[in-house]
């Protein structure tokens, strides 16, 4: 403390300026094989993503964040809700001896994961040996040349190789078997779809008429959840546990800013927020959160089905996906996978926010990471018949293929709220709503005095000039006035303020004027 004997000056309190919310940050819950249960987790990029919650595809979390993260270096960031994994962890099981009866067999276990490798069926040979690319050798056999050809080599991990060749001691195989213990399947092997099909809720097996004629068969793998059941719908939607009082599913979005120190504004739970139920939630955080919800029309619908679905809502808060679309698997580089569109609108959304603002709207803006559509939606740049112009006027963001590349289209919210109908524009409103929440709220409490007034409405009045200057909103007023301010209302600590803007419009529709103009043809004469 340094010694002073005099006077000095030092700066006073006063407003800080006027700072806005990240509107890039998207909520993202679902479904992953591992990672923190119903805790807000902040992932800032697709390995880090990885790491925290799987590669499985099969899951909707890791599939989202490979949707967001392709769509370029300036997504934001993501706050992760994850439903599924102590709550229904998978467990492996391999070698399971069933029973048919009339044509049924049951599984030990029900709620078996879709996509599992299933049934390999019959009788094995089994052995150690050692794996090299494309070869498994093990000196402890005799094999017949050829035996084998056409047969498959499991790993003790259920992995497989298709044998298209032996010796007395080596298999040729598709791929490199790893060096262990194995299983050589040495008689016939019967096919998922092909020779039985599997009910996955429930966990039974039945055989196709004329198929499978052993009555006791070896499943060789499935993956099942130990909680008897898939993640429920209910699981999502979430809420509060009655005993630890702590916030589940998509209620779990409110603690986002609290445990993570961001706040999401993009809210999807792809796969799941096809069911009403869940899209009910998310819009509820939406409005809560300031922030949009982004909702997936279920996988095979038209879009006749699109539209019908879109009419259960009535939101300015909602953007609904349609329809779904299909990526490379990174596994092999050729086998399409079909994921929700929400994920990838969110991520161009999140792009274009950091690129150019968030008054800008997502729509014309290319989307990375798109094979294919599930359903091609046309688009005529004249005519307001198009698929494309008919999913728009109801609200409904889809997908056009341009110039062999896809991009975003729609600029709508699922409303038919003419102030606010543009999302962009109510993106705009709710950044502004809080950026005023914030400053105001910094001298709530304090004396109502004249100099409590200018402060308050030099400083907003600044941050919306600044918004003019940098094209996000036209027009921006903040005043106090007289007129509203009544001594009465002053005495209870009440004042009121005005606040006046003008949007920045997108432009979605645009009109030229056409004219036929024969008087330049006099000229053909002139002298």
């Known amino acids: 403390m340094s010694f002073l004997h005099g ?40 390995t880090q993503g990885v790491e925290l919650f799987g590669s499985d595809l099969s899951c909707t979390i890791p599939k989202a964040l490979k949707a967001i993260f392709d769509q370029g270096k300036d997504v934001g960031y993501v706050i992760v809700v994850n439903v599924g994994t102590e709550v229904n962890p998978l467990v492996r099981v391999t070698n399971e001896t069933v029973s048919f009866t009339d044509d049924r067999a049951t599984l030990a276990h029900q709620a078996i994961l879709i996509g599992s490798t299933l049934a390999r069926a019959g009788a094995t040979i089994t052995g150690t040996g050692v794996g090299t690319l494309h070869t498994l050798t093990d000196a402890a056999k005799s094999w017949t040349p050829d035996e084998h050809i056409g047969k498959h080599l499991y790993d003790v991990d259920g992995t497989y190789y298709l044998v298209t060749d032996n010796d007395a001691t080596t298999l040729t195989v598709a791929g490199t078997p790893r060096s262990g213990a194995y299983q050589l399947m040495s ?104 922030g949009r919800a982004i909702g997936d029309i279920a996988e095979g619908s038209t879009p006749t089905q699109a539209l019908t679905w879109a009419d259960q809502f009535y939101n300015i808060n909602m953007t609904a996906a349609y329809p779904l679309y299909k990526f490379l698997d990174e596994t092999d580089g050729t086998t399409l996978r079909t994921a929700s569109f929400s994920p990838a609108i969110a991520g161009v959304w999140s792009r274009v926010i950091n690129q150019y603002g968030y008054w800008y709207s997502p729509s014309n803006h290319e989307v990375m990471g798109v094979e294919e559509m599930e359903r091609a939606i046309d688009y005529i740049y004249d005519s307001a018949q198009c698929t494309a112009s008919l999913l728009n006027e109801k609200g409904i963001t889809t997908c056009i293929k341009r110039d ?28 502004h709503q809080e950026a005023l929440i914030a400053t105001i709220i910094k001298v709530l409490d304090r004396p109502i005095n004249r100099a409590w007034f200018e402060d308050v409405q030099d400083t907003v009045q600044a941050f919306l000039n600044g918004e003019v200057g940098k094209g996000a909103i036209i027009y921006g007023s903040f005043q106090f006035l007289a007129a509203d301010n009544p001594p009465e209302e002053i005495r209870l600590g009440h004042v009121t303020a005005r606040w006046d803007w003008t949007p920045a419009y997108p432009a979605q529709k645009i009109t030229i004027k056409e004219t036929l103009n024969i008087e330049e043809l006099a000229q053909l004469f002139a002298a």
């Not at 909520?27 to 807000?40: C, F, M």
């Not at 499935?222 to 993640?231: A, E, I, K, N, R």
């Not at 062999?404 to 950044?431: H, P």
Request: proline share 5%; aromatic share 10%; glycine share 8%.
């Open 7 to 46: 006077i000095e000056f030092a700066v006073g309190d006063k407003l800080s300026p006027v700072a806005v919310r990240n509107a890039s940050i998207i909520g993202l819950v679902g479904t992953a094989p591992e990672g923190p249960i119903n805790t807000p987790t902040l992932v800032i990029s697709r």
């Open 187 to 290: 008689s016939t092997i019967y096919w998922e779809n092909v020779d039985y099909v599997v009910d996955y809720n429930e966990g039974f097996i039945t055989r196709v008429a004329g198929h499978i004629p052993e009555d006791t068969i070896t499943m060789q793998m499935y993956d099942y959840y130990t909680g008897g059941q898939p993640v429920a719908v209910s699981d999502v939607i979430g809420g509060v546990d009655p005993v630890t009082e702590q916030r589940e599913g998509v209620e779990a979005l409110l603690d986002a800013e609290a445990v993570t120190g961001y706040k999401p504004k993009l809210l999807i739970a792809p796969e799941y927020s096809s069911n009403k139920g869940v899209m009910d939630a998310l819009l509820a955080k939406a409005a809560l959160l300031k």
């Open 404 to 431: 062999r590349k896809f991009y975003i289209w729609g600029n709508l919210s699922v409303t038919t709220d003419e102030d606010y109908c543009f999302a962009a524009v109510q993106m705009t409103r709710q950044v």
